[in-house]
């Protein structure tokens, strides 16, 4: 008999993130995994931790909890240059506690509106810390980044959060918005980190 793959729970209750990490993990990990969303009675988790990955391991171990299976999750921080590193770990309420993507966006763009398209001040990074938590304790942890600039203006229609404000330096000068999924992927933040993870997951399993 072919043995069943193992399942994983992905733990974000953002579906736009949960989306991107199905993809991007899909594609590291084959038929070697399957995929299994959160549930949605589970609470979402208080991201009361003061790092990326206090907060990635705290939705992770959570969601393992609830469900007694593996539980993949991420943190994600936009962190730029001009503004001391802010929003970083509190980038989803940048612009207050209900905050949209576009109240976020519009709060950025307004802070950085004194400094010219090349300012150093819009030198950023989105940073993202993936967790895997598992029922017996153990966890993987992988990081991923990505440089890039701000915008003056936001561009494009695809991609979610700050993706229309955000060119990454080893693009063509396009923002994350205006780029396919795939290729958002093969530079992001978020592809890197669960590359990375789904790689350690591989070489870890027995
Ligand atoms: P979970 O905690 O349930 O995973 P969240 O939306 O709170 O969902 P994060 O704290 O990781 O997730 O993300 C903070 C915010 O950063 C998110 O709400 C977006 O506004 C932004 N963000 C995260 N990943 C992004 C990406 O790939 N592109 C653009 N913006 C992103």
Do not use: W
Not at 112 to 130: K, W
């Amino acid at each position: 008999m072919t043995p069943v793959p193992p399942a994983f729970v992905i733990a974000t209750a953002n579906p736009d993130k949960a989306a991107e990490v199905r993809e991007i993990l899909s594609a590291a990990l084959g038929s070697s995994a399957r995929l299994v969303p959160r549930p949605d009675e589970v609470p979402e988790v208080e991201e009361t931790g003061d790092t990326l990955e206090e907060n990635g391991r705290l939705k992770a171990a959570a969601l393992c909890r609830a469900t007694g299976l593996p539980a993949m999750a991420d943190d994600t921080g936009l962190e730029v240059k001009g503004i001391h590193g802010a929003p970083g770990v509190y980038s989803s309420r940048y612009a207050g506690e209900r905050a949209t993507y576009a109240d976020n966006v519009a709060k950025l763009l307004s802070e950085l509106s004194g400094l010219a398209a090349s300012d150093e001040g819009r030198q950023a990074r989105f940073r993202t810390v993936a967790v895997c938590v598992f029922p017996d304790g153990r966890e993987i942890v992988a990081e991923g980044t990505v440089s890039g600039r701000i915008t003056v203006e936001a561009r494009g229609a695809s991609g979610f959060g700050y993706d229309p404000v955000f060119v990454p330096d080893e693009g063509d000068g396009r923002t994350f918005a205006e780029m396919s999924r795939d290729e958002k992927h093969s530079l992001s933040h978020r592809g890197r980190a669960f590359r990375l993870l789904a790689e350690r997951l591989l070489d870890s399993a027995p």
